[in-house]
Structure formats: structure tokens, C-alpha cells
């Protein structure tokens, strides 16, 4: 036997001795997962309700049926907002599934803090804090709207930019999107059309006061129909920009996707308490 067949011979034997001594575990104590307070809300000024959702989490190899809801809704939590000074108290609403508070009760106002504590029978206490940013969003410019004829439909896409603001440390939240409506129609149909260069959310690391540029997706130009094309762009704190960040990225149910972890900055519990300031504008096509 020549010295290549013996390697190939030693390695069978390793093999089918490494398979021989696999056993099936089947009696694994799974660690205990307790279910965890899953906390979301996003404050700005000027919103006639400042609006915060408390659920809980599932645990792990928890049965659900396919047609429930996500989480449960904790609707008898003690919700509370403070901004250092005063303190307002949240009250569930069923209508909404959320904990509200009026603006008159809890103004949110530019550069301030605002403290979030929740807690809940059972011993639930988390905590979160954020800060309402302080700048106005920049302006957002219309470079142009380009027509194209597909199958003698009309179809358009804009490109936009913004400059970036002078402070440092600023995140950007972008959203694109028409509204059409016609003559006898009771509501507008709003559609969100998002971009074909450009993300959604950006911050200006590597960006400081330069130009972020963008194009929509294409949009079907409906005759006899009054469009108008509108734009978003709000002025964020890090936590906003994070937890949205995680979630565009986020790649679904792809089997092949790694594990995604979606950001917090509730102590204690999961989900997210964050800022931001809005402005939009829009034009007529």
C-alpha cells in the first residue's frame, strides 16, 4: 500500500469513528426565557398627541397562532414623561392601542431631554432617555423631474438634494412620495414611491456640510388626476437614526440573511424612545 492510500484509508477511519460515537440529545433544559416590556415611542414638537406603545415581548419556543397579533398590549402600565421639571401621565387609549398624552399637557420642545419611565404588574420597570434635536431640518431642492414613455404610459422620477447642517453629529430621516386625488374622490390616495439613489436615513459622518443627493423610483403621471409629488426630511437623534437604520436593512425572512439585532435604548426592556423634527414640502405635477 503506497503512501497515498494509507492517508485515504486513515482518513475513512476518522471519519466513520467521528460519526459512530454522534448520539441525538434530545433531552436539552432549554434556559427560561421570561417575557420583557417592549417599549416604542417617538416624540416631536408640535403633534396634537405625544403617543407611546407598551407590550411584551414572547418568549423563546412560545407557540403563536398565524393570524395574532405580534405582542401583546400591556394596557394597565403606569406610563410617565418628564422633561427634568414636569412630569405628565400617559393614559391608555383602546382606540389607538397606545398610551397618549395631549400637547397641552406635555409640549415637546427643541433641545430639550425627556425622560420615559413605564412600569407594570409584575415587577416591570424600564427606563429611556432622549434629547428633541434643536435644529430645523435643512431645505430639500428640486434638481429636476425627468419623463420617460413606457407603453404609452407616463412615468417620472425627481432628483433632490439637501445640504448638510453646519452643526456636527446630525442624522437625517428622507421620505419620498405622491398624492392623487380626483374630482368626487372623498380622500387622497398617498403613496410612497421611495428612491432609487440614496437611503432613507444618513448621517453626516464623512458628509459634514456637503450636499446629500437623491432619485425617487419611478411614478406613473396620471392624466386628469391632480398629483402632487412630496418630500420629508426630518433632523433626528441617534437614536432614531439607529433603530431605523437596523430596520431598513433588515432583510426579512431570507433564510440566508445573518441574524439582524434590532437597536435599543429601553433600560430594562427592548424597543425605543427617540426624537426628531419634521419638515416637508411639495409640488404640483
Partial sequence: MNGNSLK???MLVTVIFLFGCE???????????????VVT????????????TVK?????YTTIDNYGSDFPTVEDAYV??????DSAYLTYDIEYDSYRVSREELPIVPGRVYTLK???PGGYEVEATCTVP???PPDIELVKI?????NESINLNASIKFKDLESADNYYGITAGIVNWHEGQMNPVITEIGFARGEPYVSDKNMNNQYFSYSTNDFYYFSGETQRLFFTIAVTDVHYYNYHKVLYNYEGVNPFAEPTKLYSNIRNGLGVFAAYILKGVAYDL
Avoid: N, Q
Fill in 134 to 136: 434643536s435644529d430645523t
Fill in 41 to 52: 415611542g417617538f416624540i416631536t414638537p408640535g403633534m396634537p398627541y405625544t403617543a407611546v
Fill in 23 to 37: 448520539e441525538m440529545v434530545s433531552d436539552v433544559d432549554a434556559p427560561e426565557s421570561l417575557p420583557k416590556l
Fill in 56 to 60: 411584551k415581548s414572547r418568549p423563546l
Fill in 118 to 120: 413605564v412600569t407594570a
Fill in 80 to 85: 410617565t414623561i418628564s422633561d427634568g421639571i
Fill in 146 to 150: 425627468d419623463t420617460t414613455i413606457v
Fill in 8 to 10: 485515504i484509508v486513515l
